[in-house]
T-cell receptor, first 115, second 113 residues
Framework: AQKITQTQPGMFVQEKEAVTLDCTYD???????LFWYKQPSSGEMIFLIY??????QNATEGRYSLNFQKARKSANLVISASQLGDSAMYFC????????????FGQGTTLQVKP | DSGVTQTPKHLITATGQRVTLRCSPR?????VYWYQQSLDQGLQFLIQ???????AKGNILERFSAQQFPDLHSELNLSSLELGDSALYFC????????????FGEGSWLTVV
């Protein structure tokens, strides 16, 4: 069975600073995908970044980058130059080799950006 | 805007009733997924359809059912509603059957009273 662990229930960061949100995963699948989503207080789920288990390079999307350490089974999200609009809940999720698009989510981390 | 459209956005109904949640996937996406987000269970995968056929099933209750129509829109039917069914229900879509970026709609807030 697959599992995602996000150990930081809440985080604070100063505006314009970088912040790392932790995510560790457990899977026995040889091939898998890792996703990060942002959920603002309004409720929608916004896709941020994707990392495939066989991707050679860490994924980056604008101010978002993924620190993927396969041997340690971690996929931490790094947000650079934090903005007030980054305040939200962040979810890490994994999709296994079943290729069904079934995502297993972690419990999420609430990020608050201070002005 | 993800391109995934869900209606209604908010719904309040009584226990024992039945509701239907509707989803239009992004243009060109063949897969539709339904997820439930509640305070106690977190985000849970319910079911996936690909091009009209059921592809994967998660922890979906027997009181719940879904389908994907020929025009690729999908409906999630929730019947004999209980207080514990109160949750945010997400529809999501992707191009293929898996390992594609999965885009979520804004969700349908269901409150059962």
């Amino acid at each position: 069975a697959q599992k995602i662990t996000q150990t930081q229930p809440g985080m604070f960061v100063q505006e314009k600073e970088a912040v790392t949100l932790d995510c560790t995963y457990d899977t026995s699948d040889p091939s898998y995908g890792l996703f990060w989503y942002k959920q603002p207080s309004s409720g929608e789920m916004i896709f941020l970044i994707y990392q495939g288990s066989y991707d050679q390079q860490n994924a980056t999307e604008g101010r978002y980058s993924l620190n993927f350490q396969k041997a340690r089974k971690s996929a931490n999200l790094v947000i650079s130059a934090s903005q007030l609009g980054d305040s939200a809940m962040y979810f890490c999720a994994i999709e296994g080799s079943s290729n069904t698009g079934k995502l297993i989510f972690g419990q999420g981390t609430t990020l608050q950006v201070k002005p | 805007d993800s391109g995934v459209t869900q209606t209604p956005k908010h719904l309040i109904t009584a226990t024992g009733q039945r509701v239907t949640l509707r989803c239009s996937p992004r243009s060109g996406d063949l897969s539709v997924y339904w997820y439930q987000q509640s305070l106690d269970q977190g985000l849970q995968f319910l079911i996936q359809y690909y091009n009209g056929e059921e592809r994967a099933k998660g922890n979906i209750l027997e009181r719940f059912s879904a389908q994907q129509f020929p025009d690729l829109h999908s409906e999630l039917n929730l019947s004999s509603l209980e207080l514990g069914d109160s949750a945010l229900y997400f529809c999501a879509s992707s191009v293929g059957r898996g390992r594609n970026t999965i885009y979520f709609g804004e969700g349908s807030w269901l409150t059962v009273v």
